[in-house]
């Protein structure tokens, strides 16, 4: 299991080592190790987990401009590393449900397995690293920082999910609100401290933009 593992690993940094919007080889490594976390608290299928958390942004459309493409390659790679058929769809299962944009109009259903990897992905969206991925992402994608004049939205499906806000948006929009979002207690008590953070953070930009330190 451990060589299988680190095949995978191989793989996925080939793919990402040198992704350049936040979900590089080192954010697949934050949460395989948050899902490690959570994992020591939950029966789940390690394995599953695992593989599932290393090759869960690599189809995804902010990171590529060809998520069949990107599929049928992961889907080999689990052939060639002899997973079964089983255990390849339900890796799928919870790489194309997993996400922030596929729960914003209806809440997918997870296996125990998907809602850890959601949790640990979903850690790294927050605190002082997701602070940090968040302003890479907007300089990426070509966002402005902020505008007081442009609100927050308060409801999106996916297409105006990934239309142009402005950063300091986005922790209104999605951010701010993973903190009641997480399946397992593991992720609610992280995420308490990396809320506190933003918060704090919030509230300094805030203050400093209005000229008041
Ligand atoms: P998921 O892959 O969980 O659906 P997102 O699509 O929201 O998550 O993207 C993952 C991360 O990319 C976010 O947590 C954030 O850091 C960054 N990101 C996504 N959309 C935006 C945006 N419009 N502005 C700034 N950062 C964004
Ligand atoms: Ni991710």
């Known amino acids: 299991m451990i060589k ?12 990402l080592q040198y992704e350049t919007s936040g979900h590089d080889y080192t954010h697949i490594t934050r949460v395989v190790n948050l899902a490690k ?12 987990v695992l593989v599932a958390a290393y ?16 599929r049928r390659k992961i889907q080999q790679k689990l052939e060639e590393l002899n997973y079964s058929a089983e255990f390849i769809e339900h890796v799928f299962q919870i790489i194309d449900n997993m996400s922030f944009s596929a729960n914003l109009v209806t809440k997918q259903k997870l296996s125990l397995a998907g809602q850890i ?6 850690l790294d969206a927050i605190g002082a690293i997701g602070i940090a991925r968040t302003f890479y992402f907007g300089g990426h994608f070509g966002e402005i920082i902020y505008d ?4 927050p939205r308060i409801s999106m499906d996916k297409e105006d999910y990934r239309k ?6 986005h922790f209104y929009e999605k951010l ?8 397992t207690d593991t992720a609610k008590k992280l995420a308490q401290s990396r ?3 933003m918060l704090d953070f919030l509230t300094e930009f805030q203050a400093e933009w209005n000229g008041e330190k």
């Not at 299988?4 to 793919?15: N, Q, Y």
């Not at 007081?148 to 609100?151: A, E, L, N, T, V």
């Not at 701010?176 to 399946?183: F, Y």
């Open 164 to 169: 142009k806000s402005t950063v300091i948006n």
């Open 148 to 151: 007081p004049q442009i609100m």
């Open 117 to 122: 990897v959601q949790d640990a992905d979903r």
């Open 176 to 183: 701010l609100k993973l903190v009641d979002q997480m399946n």
């Open 55 to 70: 090759m869960h942004d690599i189809l995804d459309d902010k990171v590529t401009t060809n998520p069949k493409e990107k």
């Open 195 to 197: 809320q506190a953070v």
């Open 37 to 48: 976390l959570i994992l020591k608290f939950e029966d789940a299928d390690e394995e599953l």
């Open 4 to 15: 299988t593992l680190a095949k995978v690993r191989e793989f996925v940094k080939s793919e």
